[in-house]
């Protein structure tokens, strides 16, 4: 049963890539080189890019219908997951997140 993973969080982006290490999996983008937490089990990996793509692409989908407002309280929760998500396995965010439009 195969696990379908969802676009990149940060440009939507359907090019990705699962990467497999000794003992550990994560999918990164092809287009914007964003990587997801890497997972001792693939599926885990899977679920947390998934989880995290779901939350960043709604609060922009929800932006985009309701104009920012009580909206930006959204994004800020679906980006601190992420923070720490990839804070969990040490990696670093490069902060480029390109939250200002307004
Ligand atoms: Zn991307």
Known sequence: M????????FCDSGNLHIHHHLLSHSVSCQSCKST?????????ALLEWNHTSRLLRRARVNEESHPVH???????????????????????????MELEHS
């Open 70 to 96: 009580g909206r930006l309280h959204e994004l800020e929760d679906a980006v601190r997951n992420l923070a720490s998500a990839l804070r969990y396995d040490g990696i670093t965010a490069n902060g480029e």
């Open 2 to 9: 195969a696990t379908l993973i969802e676009p990149c969080p």
């Open 36 to 44: 997801g937490p890497h997972r001792r089990e693939l599926e885990d």
